[in-house]
């Protein structure tokens, strides 16, 4: 069973930074891709940044100069560094890996974490 914990959220003021952490454990062959994404009260999951297995990063237009994402392979842990955060970037922020390859046969699965809080003071 593979399971992904999301850390380093929490209450911070505009302009300030904060560094999150998603580890994927359980039984991993191979990970196509990890990202993060979030949700604001009653708005859609957004696609925050997403970082390939080969390196290849891509990132919302609104946080594009402000965060970066980066990935440890050997951990399977993926990170998101935030700064310059503003209120705006309040939301729950969840950590999603595609592509799981969990057996030795050719399936591949989706997990999402159960999030994280961020919340930006203004």
């Known amino acids: 069973q593979v399971q992904l914990v999301e850390s380093g959220g929490g209450l911070v003021q505009a302009g300030g930074s904060l560094r999150l952490s998603c580890a994927a454990s359980?039984?991993?062959?191979?990970?196509?891709?990890m990202g993060w994404y979030r949700q604001a009260p009653g708005n859609q999951r957004d696609l925050v940044a997403t970082?390939?297995?080969?390196?290849?990063?891509n990132y919302a237009d609104s946080v594009k100069g402000r965060f970066a994402i980066s990935k440890d392979n050997a951990k399977n842990t993926v990170y998101l560094q935030m700064n310059s955060l503003k209120p705006e970037d309040t939301a729950v922020y969840y950590c999603?890996?595609?592509?799981?390859?969990?057996?030795?046969?050719?399936?591949?699965?989706?997990?999402w974490g159960h999030g994280t809080e961020v919340a930006v003071s203004s």
């Open positions: 999603k890996a595609d592509g799981v390859r969990a057996s030795w046969g050719p399936e591949r699965y989706d997990y």
């Open positions: 970082i390939s297995d080969s390196g290849r990063t």
């Open positions: 359980g039984t991993i062959f191979s990970i196509n891709a």
